[in-house]
C-alpha cells in the first residue's frame, strides 16, 4: 500500500475500501489468557454492502471457538484506522466513521460513543493503539490544510491522545511531524515510550513524551521486499515483527519478518513464503509475548477467511482459525484484534525529558549498582540510599520478584529464571529508577 496523503476525500475512500474482511476477535479479561478480542461483522447485503453488524468477540486460539460478546450490534461500519485494548478497564476500543466508541469487554455494551474533537482544529485520529506504559491510547492526529480555491491541500500529522470517554484529541507534537503515512503500519514500544509508523518506505519513531521526531530510517530488505506491513511490537523480545510484501499484484508473496527501527533493515524469519495470498490491514496485527505468536487474518489456501499465528522464532504457521460460516446466513468475518497479554503491565524505562520525575529514570540519581549483568545465579543491587521497594518484572511486565527491603543493598536468587530481558525496578528517596538487565 502506498502511503495515504492526508486528502479528506482519498481517506474515506481508503476507508470504505478497507473495511476488509473485518470481524470480531478478543477474548478473556486475564491477561494470562489465550483468547484475541475483535470485531466480528456480517457484511450488508444488496446494494449497501458497506452496513453491516458489528459485534465485539472474541476467539479462543486453542479451540477455535469464536464466541459473540455484544447482545446487539455496536455499529453498521467501522474504521480500519486502529483499534486497543486495555486490559486494566477491561475495554475495547474502535471507530465509526467520525465517533470513537468504548465498549465494556465483560458484557460487550458500549459505555461510552462520542464525536471526535481536536480543540486546536478538525482532525481524524488514525493508527492508534494502546500504550499499556501509561495506559494511553496513542495515535495519529491527521488534517488536510487547504491553500486556497484552486491550489491542492497539504496534509499535517501530528502525534496525538484521545479521551475515551469524551473522545477529545490532545495534540502533543508542537508542529507538523508529517504529510502523509502507510495505513497499516504502527507499533509502540512501551519501555522506551516511542511510537512508530511508516511513511514513504520509511520507519519513523515519535517519541511520545514530547511528540517529536525520535528517529527515521529508510526501510531496506537485504533479502528481498517490498512493503514491511501490519507491524507491532513485542514486548517478550522487545522486537518488532511484521509481513514482508514481496510483490505489489495478486496473488501476494507474503514473508514473516522483523524491523530493526534504529536501522530500519527488515531481516526475514520465514524460509519460506506463507501460504496466503491477500491479508487484512492495520488492526489486523497483535501478539502473545508469552507463547511467542504473531496474529494476523488472511484469506486461507482452502478458501474462506481465518486468523492467523506464526512463530516469531521460527516464523513458521502454528495455527490457523477458519472465520465461521454459518448455513443459509451471510458470511462472518473477523478483524481489529488485540491480545489481552500484548504488553501487559510493560513499564516504561526511559526518563521523561520533559520532567525527569515523570519517567522512569536512567540517571543514577542513587548511585545504583547492579550486578554482574549479564546475570546468572544471582543478582545484587547496591545504592547510597535505602531501597523502599524493589521490583523485578520480565519484559511482558509479569512480576518475578518484589520486595520492600528498607536497606541499601539486596540479592536476589536467579538460578530458576528464564533466559531473556528483565527490568528492574527501584523505589528510593529520590525516586524511582529503572535498570534493564539481562539473563
Do not use: W
Amino acid at each position: 500500500m502506498k502511503s495515504k496523503h492526508l486528502n479528506h476525500n482519498t481517506m474515506n475512500y481508503f476507508k470504505t475500501l478497507f473495511l476488509l474482511l473485518i470481524c470480531g476477535l478478543h477474548v478473556t479479561l486475564s491477561a494470562q489468557s489465550n483468547y484475541l478480542y475483535g470485531l466480528m461483522r456480517t457484511p450488508g447485503v444488496g446494494t449497501n454492502t458497506s452496513a453491516g453488524t458489528i459485534f465485539l468477540s472474541k476467539l479462543d486460539v486453542n479451540t477455535g471457538i469464536f464466541t459473540q460478546i455484544s447482545p446487539s450490534s455496536l455499529a453498521y461500519a467501522f474504521n480500519i484506522t486502529g483499534s486497543a485494548l486495555d486490559p486494566n478497564t477491561e475495554s475495547y476500543f474502535f471507530e465509526s466513521f467520525s465517533d470513537f466508541i468504548s465498549v465494556d469487554m465483560t458484557s460487550g455494551v458500549t459505555y461510552a460513543q462520542n464525536m471526535m474533537s481536536n480543540p486546536i482544529a478538525t482532525s481524524y485520529f488514525d493508527n492508534f493503539r494502546f500504550n499499556t506504559g501509561d495506559s494511553t491510547i496513542y495515535g495519529l492526529a491527521r488534517r488536510s490544510i487547504s491553500n486556497g480555491i484552486g491550489q491542492p491541500a497539504t496534509g499535517e500529522l501530528y502525534l496525538a491522545t484521545i479521551d475515551p470517554n469524551s473522545a477529545e484529541i490532545t495534540q502533543i507534537s508542537p508542529q507538523s511531524i508529517g504529510s502523509s503515512y502507510t495505513g497499516i503500519s504502527n507499533a509502540i514500544n512501551p519501555h522506551e515510550m516511542v511510537y512508530y509508523y511508516s511513511s514513504a518506505s520509511q520507519i519513523i519513531g515519535l517519541d511520545m513524551y514530547t511528540g517529536q521526531v525520535y528517529s527515521t530510517h529508510p526501510i531496506t530488505f537485504p533479502q528481498g521486499g517490498m512493503y514491511f506491513d501490519n507491524f507491532t511490537y513485542n514486548c517478550g523480545d522487545t522486537s518488532i515483527y511484521g509481513l514482508i510484501r514481496v510483490n505489489n499484484t495478486p496473488p501476494l508473496t507474503v514473508q514473516f519478518g522483523k524491523i530493526n527501527p534504529q536501522t530500519g533493515v527488515v531481516t526475514q524469519i520465514s524460509q519460506s513464503p506463507l501460504p496466503y495470498s491477500m491479508y487484512s490491514a492495520n488492526g489486523s496485527s497483535t501478539i502473545d509475548p508469552i507463547n511467542g505468536i504473531y496474529y494476523f487474518a488472511a484469506t486461507l489456501p482452502q478458501g474462506g477467511y481465518g486468523v492467523i499465528g506464526v512463530s516469531v522464532t521460527t516464523g513458521t504457521v502454528v495455527s490457523e482459525n477458519p472465520f465461521p460460516t454459518p448455513s443459509g446466513s451471510s458470511p462472518i468475518y473477523f478483524d481489529m484484534m488485540r491480545h489481552p497479554s500484548d504488553c501487559y503491565q510493560a513499564a516504561p524505562e526511559r526518563l521523561n525529558p520533559n520532567n525527569g520525575s515523570a519517567g522512569l529514570s536512567k540517571v543514577n540519581k542513587s548511585n545504583i549498582n547492579v550486578a554482574p549483568n549479564p546475570f546468572n545465579q544471582q543478582l545484587n543491587i547496591s545504592s547510597s540510599s535505602n531501597i523502599n521497594t524493589l521490583i523485578l518484572r520480565d519484559a511482558q511486565g509479569k512480576i518475578f520478584t518484589q520486595l520492600t527491603p528498607a536497606s541499601m543493598s539486596v540479592s536476589i536468587e536467579t538460578a530458576a529464571f528464564a533466559s531473556g530481558i528483565y527490568f528492574l525496578e527501584l523505589h528510593t528517596e529520590n525516586g524511582i529508577e529503572m535498570v534493564k538487565v539481562v539473563k
